[in-house]
Every structure is written in structure tokens, then in C-alpha cells.
């Protein structure tokens, strides 16, 4: 237990002098002062490096000039726009004479804030991948099964397909069958009707009456009916 508990130990102290290193690297940035507002104890200074953004409002900051570590001014963020910083130096003489900034002058810069700012951010980074990882195993698993569903459907609807074609081709051949039987039906039906009409003017042709006289009525007189 001792050994695992100092192996964690020295692991601990290990990563947390990582993450110092990384801060002690990431913390330094430059920039190019671009307007003195002696005033005000203002400087807008132009800043043209991605990691930027992690600068935020009230970050306090150190600046120098290349090689004059020693000389070192401490001011605050103020305000912030595209590419550019706006630092309020609090003691802004003592400044001018150690570090000698004017306007156009490139100056480094350190802030712990920053550091500190881009170490939560990739805490942050780490969160949101494994979340992501996360989240793209499931897409991948719903995925997976909406593919397996989609393969239903379509050997759902093939095996359907093939059922209504069976189905119509059988369809076909009872209606062929049964359009041939009505076929025949209706000739023997029209040679009956024929075979009828003509018996009937047979029939005609040669029917007997019961007598051959007729009468004969020549007047609206009744009695003057007779049969000739």
C-alpha cells in the first residue's frame, strides 16, 4: 500500500509539474504597442496570436522588453477588441522608465491569468472529446441499428414485392381463364339467340290459323259485320 500510495504520489507531482511547464511556456505572448494614452495611463497594444481570445477583462499581465527580464511592468486588461488590448498601467512613470515602451514598440508579455485561462480550456477540450467519444459510439451503435432497420424494410418490402407479383401473375391467369370461359359463353349465348330468332320466323313463316275467313267490316252498323 505504502508503494502504490508513493508511486501516486510522485505521479501526482509529476503532472502537476507538466502542467507548470506547460504554463510557464504558454504564458508568454507578444505584441506592438500601437497608442499611449499618458493621460489615462492607457496602452492599446495590437496582439496577433490565436490563443489571444483566452485574454479576458481584468487579467493582470507583465510586460518587458526583449532581454530585460529584470525590468518588468506590471498593467491590467481593461478592455479588449479585434487584434487589440487595451492595458491600464497603474504606475505608469515607473513603467515608462524600466521598460521605455513607445508608440510601435514590440514588446513580451506574461500573464498567469492566461495561463490559467488556456489550462481551463483544455480541461475543457479533454471534457468535451470524451464526450464526444462518447457520443460518437452511440451515433455509431444507433447507426449500426438504423442500418440493421433499414435492412428490415427493404427485405420486408422485396419479400412483399415478390408476394404481389406471384399474386398478380396469378391474377392474371385466373381473369385470363375466366375472360376465355365468358368468351365462350357469349358464342354459344349469340348462336342460341340466333338459333332462337331464326325458329321464331320459322314459326311465323309457317303458323296455321284456326279458319280462313275474316271479317270483313265495312260499316259502323254492327250488324253489318260478316265474314268473307
Known sequence: MRFIFFFTLIFNIQLEASKISDLDRSGVFSGRISQIEREQQRLRVRLDFANAKFIQLNDEIEMWHEGQTKNKCKVKVVGKENHYVQLRVPQYNRCVNQVGFTV???ILFSSRDLEFNMLRAREMI???????????????????????????????????????????????????????KRVLLFEDLRDDELTIGDIDYKLERFRVQSENMSIDRWSLDPELHFKK
Open 104 to 106: 510601435g514598440s514590440y
Open 126 to 180: 479533454e471534457l468535451l472529446l470524451k464526450k464526444r467519444a462518447v457520443l460518437a459510439a452511440e451515433l455509431k451503435e444507433k447507426k449500426g441499428k438504423l442500418e440493421e432497420v433499414d435492412g428490415q424494410i427493404n427485405g420486408i418490402n422485396s419479400e412483399y414485392d415478390q408476394r404481389i407479383q406471384e399474386i398478380e401473375k396469378e391474377r392474371e391467369q385466373v381473369l385470363g381463364n375466366m375472360t376465355e
